[in-house]
């Protein structure tokens, strides 16, 4: 039996993404936040919220420098790695990233902006990495982005009543 590395993350963008030009591609790095309330022992609503270091390639990165911005609210579909380095007092450092293969954006008509028009997902087609792309690579840049509604993709089940 194999193994499955897959994460799949709502959230709201904590800051604007870093966009950079490597030789071989461009990849953008941002910060998403999901949050969950629960009850605690004592009966009092609690909010956690986790922070996720989210990388994007390619073609999600020109997605994400295009229209994601802090306080977007974004779905975002990858695999979770963990990059080691060396820390310059000579200890080594781990960061755990999610590697994202598809970003749907998640803002509504009534509550965007006139740069947020577009309304759809970017999905990377999955390909071997370049040479020297160190996070494994996302996929080939597809020629335009894959338009698609993040909850419109399963049936109505009111469709099928028959009063």
Request: proline share 6%; net charge negative; with cysteine.
């Amino acid at each position: 039996m194999g193994s499955l590395n897959y994460a799949m993350l709502i959230g709201n963008v904590g800051k604007d993404p870093e966009c950079r030009h490597l030789s071989n591609a461009k990849v953008a790095n941002f910060s998403l936040a999901t949050s969950e309330t629960f009850t605690d022992g004592n009966g009092q609503k609690q909010e956690r919220t986790e922070w996720h270091k989210i990388v994007a390639w390619r073609g999600l990165a020109e997605l994400a420098e295009k229209f994601i911005h802090k306080g977007k609210q974004i779905a975002v579909q990858g695999k979770i790695t963990t990059r080691k380095w060396e820390k310059p007092d000579g200890g080594t450092g781990y960061s755990t990233e999610i590697v994202a293969s598809n970003i749907i954006l998640l803002t509504n008509r009534e509550n965007q902006n006139d740069n947020d028009s577009y309304s759809g997902g970017y999905q990377q087609e999955p390909a071997a990495a370049p040479a020297g792309d160190a996070h494994g690579g996302a996929g080939s840049m597809p020629a335009e982005p894959q338009q698609q509604n993040a909850f419109k993709s399963a049936p109505d089940p009111e469709d099928d009543l028959p009063f």
